[in-house]
């Protein structure tokens, strides 16, 4: 597990493998074969259109659902043979905001230590130190219904980074957020991959963001990685003035 307080240099240790990773509904193959290796540190996006595998990868890759075929790592542990411990090392922020607005921040924060299995003893310390590097200690004892959408999000990142883990899952972490609100979050995310070396793997529908922010993509598309690189070096494959959305647009249609 990685050290809350660490400042090493990032190399290039792998932290989520994946080799010919697959899985079937029936005749519908919605992950086909996927091989792929994210760095400690790396802020990794998944790109593709709605019903391309997304979901089911990461579903898979958080241990929410068994593999068909082929197999996967996260932080040096199988995702089927040692579900218990990959658990310990992720944590996952759903598309749909999940804090519970009938309880404070706080409240919120100590919910998730209890489940994560924080020690009792550390739980005040984790809880006031995460909230305050998403910028929430001034509302934290404010009821969580009253937070605006930024907030929540900062929120549920906040939870997710208490049992410190190796890799944060953040499907379309900025959905439904005006673009201040936008801004803040990613700059924490920034902040957790240049502090401390988290890996973020992120989906997500705003090309803009993924350009700005990932340092490596991958486009899905009918289950199948049809292109995996830094934004420049995609965008360089479809010509010089081409735009993320030009790569998402041609590669889609190349590979439909």
């Given at each position: 597990?990685?050290?809350?307080t660490a400042?090493?240099?990032?190399?290039?240790?792998?932290?989520v493998?994946?080799?010919?990773?697959?899985?079937t509904?029936?005749?519908l193959?919605?992950?086909d074969?996927?091989?792929?290796t994210?760095y400690r540190g790396?802020?990794?996006?998944l790109?593709g259109p709605?019903?391309?595998?997304?979901?089911?990868?990461?579903?898979?890759l958080?241990?929410?659902?068994?593999p068909?075929?082929g197999?996967a790592a996260?932080a040096?542990y199988?995702?089927v043979?040692?579900?218990?411990d990959?658990?310990?090392?992720?944590g996952?922020?759903?598309q749909l905001?999940?804090?519970d607005?009938?309880?404070?921040?706080?409240e919120?924060?100590?919910l998730s230590?209890?489940?994560?299995?924080?020690p009792?003893?550390?739980r005040t310390?984790?809880?006031?130190?995460?909230?305050?590097r998403?910028?929430?200690?001034?509302?934290a004892y404010?009821?969580?219904?009253?937070?605006?959408?930024?907030?929540i999000?900062?929120?549920?990142?906040a939870?997710?980074?208490?049992?410190?883990?190796a890799v944060?899952?953040?499907?379309?972490p900025t959905?439904?957020?005006d673009p201040?609100?936008?801004?803040?979050?990613?700059?924490r995310?920034?902040?957790?991959?240049?502090?401390f070396?988290?890996?973020m793997?992120?989906?997500?529908?705003?090309?803009?963001e993924?350009?700005?922010?990932?340092?490596?993509?991958?486009?899905?598309?009918r289950?199948?990685i049809?292109?995996?690189?830094?934004?420049?070096?995609l965008?360089?494959?479809v010509?010089p003035d081409a735009?993320l959305?030009?790569?998402f647009i041609?590669?889609?249609?190349?590979?439909?």
């Open positions: 597990m990685l050290d809350d400042n090493a240099p990032v190399q290039n240790v792998a932290t493998q994946t080799n010919a990773l697959t899985r509904f029936g005749d193959t919605a992950v074969g996927v091989t792929l994210i790396e802020i990794f996006g790109i709605n019903g391309a595998g997304k979901s089911t990868l990461i579903k898979m958080t241990t929410l659902l068994p068909t075929s197999s996260i040096g199988d995702i043979s040692q579900p218990a990959v658990r310990r090392q992720i996952y922020i759903p905001l999940s804090a607005g009938s309880l404070t921040g706080y919120n924060m100590l230590a209890r489940l994560y299995g924080v009792r003893a550390e310390e984790r809880i006031t130190r995460a909230l305050a998403m910028g929430l200690s001034e509302v404010h009821l969580a219904g009253h937070y605006s959408g930024g907030m999000r900062r929120l549920e990142i939870q997710c980074l208490l049992h410190r883990p944060l899952f953040l499907d379309e959905v439904g957020l201040s609100a936008r801004e803040v979050v990613w700059a995310v920034l902040d957790l991959r240049d502090r070396h988290r890996t793997v992120v989906t997500s529908h705003h090309m803009d993924v350009d700005k922010f990932c340092d490596r993509i991958a486009l899905i598309n289950g199948r049809v292109a995996v690189g830094t934004p420049t070096e965008k360089a494959r010509g735009t959305d030009d790569v041609g590669l889609v249609t190349a590979t439909s």
